[in-house]
């Protein structure tokens, strides 16, 4: 009896302890933990939105303006940097925000709109209005005061004499060779600097008396202004006779040979232009026969005359140079 009522004792302990052990650890098996985070649902479905500008789209702004920079639309970018770099691609300058970058370009388009030509300083300085890409180039200088009116540069010229013709081409003044030069001789290259630059004047020589001065003033005038006529007023033969070479060549203007008072001097001054020029139909007014197969041979050369200059050659005088030369003759 004892027995049975004290096992009984220890079975309804163990029942009790049991119960507050579990509401202690868990508050029972379906109550939530409060620390428990809750994960938000993700929607599968939601799509990226897609930036549409022009031809170009994307998800992402960058992958567009790469896009519109391939597409030269440089305007409708969005990044500054690839919005220079677009403008900087087209060498469109003055679109670039970025100082050093525009400064990149600018050289190079200066130096593009130069290639190839005959005076590269010249034509950098007269683009931007800088005289400093003239560096030390006299010739630079002069021409750079000329066309600027600033006479204030020809100090910049060492040699005396090109300087005094610096002050006279740029105030179109031909007297001031003769004020700022004493001798006839840088006289003479003074008033010859002259006329290359503005390229007037026909009695500007007239002041020097020393005759190897003068015709040599003359001669260059008249090459530098393309007046054939002033070569008549040159006695010594030789300068006489390239004067109307000089002019003839320089301005393709074969009849100028024809004035040379000697015919052998017009014959041959035409055989030397035929054959620099490579144009046979400058041969056929020459006289004298040795001259003229001559010039006519000497003129037609294989893989280099031209085609254009063949059909030019009189068929019905002469045939055989017309055959022979439209048979080695290059086209255009």
């Known amino acids: 009896m004892n027995k049975t009522i004290?096992?009984?004792?220890?079975?309804?302990?163990?029942?009790?302890?049991?119960?507050?052990?579990t509401n202690e650890n868990g508050n029972g098996l379906n109550e939530t933990d409060e620390n428990e985070t809750e994960i938000?649902?993700?929607?599968?479905?939601?799509?990226?939105?897609?930036?549409?500008?022009?031809?170009?789209?994307?998800?992402e702004q960058i992958d567009v303006d790469i896009c519109l920079m391939e597409n030269e639309l440089c305007d409708k970018i969005v990044s500054d940097e690839l919005s220079d770099q677009c403008y900087f691609n087209k060498l469109e300058c003055n679109y670039i925000t970025d100082e050093e970058k525009k400064q990149e370009c600018s050289e190079i388009l200066i130096e593009r709109k130069c290639q190839g030509s005959d005076f590269p300083s010249f034509c950098k300085a007269n683009l931007t209005g800088n005289v400093e890409y003239c560096g030390l180039n006299e010739d630079c200088l002069i021409n750079f005061a000329y066309e600027f009116k600033d006479d204030t540069l020809c100090e910049k010229i060492e040699t005396p004499h090109v300087k005094s013709g610096c002050y006279a081409a740029v105030n179109n003044a031909w007297n001031m060779c003769y004020q700022l030069e004493k001798f006839e001789a840088t006289q003479s290259e003074c008033l010859k600097i002259l006329s290359k630059i503005n390229r007037r004047g026909t009695t500007i020589c007239d002041g020097l008396t020393e005759s190897?001065?003068?015709y040599d003033c003359l001669s260059t005038l008249a090459f530098n202004t393309n007046n054939e006529q002033l070569c008549s007023k040159i006695l010594i033969y030789n300068t006489r006779r390239d004067c109307y070479y000089n002019i003839a060549l320089e301005y393709?203007?074969?009849?100028?040979c024809d004035l040379n008072p000697e015919k052998t001097d017009a014959d041959y001054c035409r055989t030397r232009l035929a054959n620099k020029l490579l144009k046979p139909v400058i041969c056929e007014p020459i006289n004298d026969p040795k001259f003229k197969w001559g010039c006519f041979g000497d003129s037609i050369v294989k893989g280099k005359t031209l085609i254009s200059e063949c059909k030019l050659i009189n068929a019905k005088l002469y045939p055989e140079w017309k055959t022979l030369c439209e048979n080695v003759a290059v086209d255009e």
């Open 6 to 21: 004290l096992f009984s004792g220890i079975l309804l302990l163990f029942f009790l302890f049991g119960c507050i052990n």
């Open 252 to 256: 393709d203007r074969p009849t100028v």
């Open 40 to 59: 938000p649902e993700v929607n599968e479905t939601e799509e990226p939105i897609i930036i549409s500008i022009g031809p170009c789209n994307g998800t």
């Open 212 to 214: 190897r001065y003068l």
